[in-house]
Nanobody, 114 residues
């Protein structure tokens, strides 16, 4: 059973920053050899890609976050991070961690508002 636990969401003012974390655990899970990523979902909309990082460290970003968000992974801590800078109200959404394109966390709410 693979478990993903996200943290770091919350309320931030426009222009502010947040860092999301996602710890992946599970018996026999080999974190370092699989891709991980972050997605977000607006109310009534489908989940959309924010950023992914492969096992070799190659990252990919949605155009809307490129230059503002940075994804990284720590293969010792089995953790993937999303550093979000210059946050805007349109970044308000529930953010989900994904592991190996199969497993999802429960989501963490990010609200950008003054």
């Amino acid at each position: 059973q693979v478990q993903l636990v996200e943290s770091g969401g919350g309320l931030v003012q426009p222009g502010g920053s947040l860092r999301l974390s996602c710890v992946v655990s599970g018996r026999g899970t080999i974190f370092r050899i699989y891709p991980v990523g972050w997605y977000r979902q607006y109310p009534g909309k489908q989940r959309e890609l924010v950023a992914t990082v492969t096992a070799s460290g190659t990252s990919n970003y949605a155009a809307s976050v490129k230059g503002r968000f940075t994804i990284s992974r720590d293969n010792v801590k089995n953790t993937v991070y999303l550093q979000m800078n210059s946050l805007q109200p349109e970044d308000t959404a529930v953010y989900y961690c994904n592991f190996n394109s199969q497993f999802w966390g429960e989501g963490t709410l990010v609200t950008v508002s003054s």
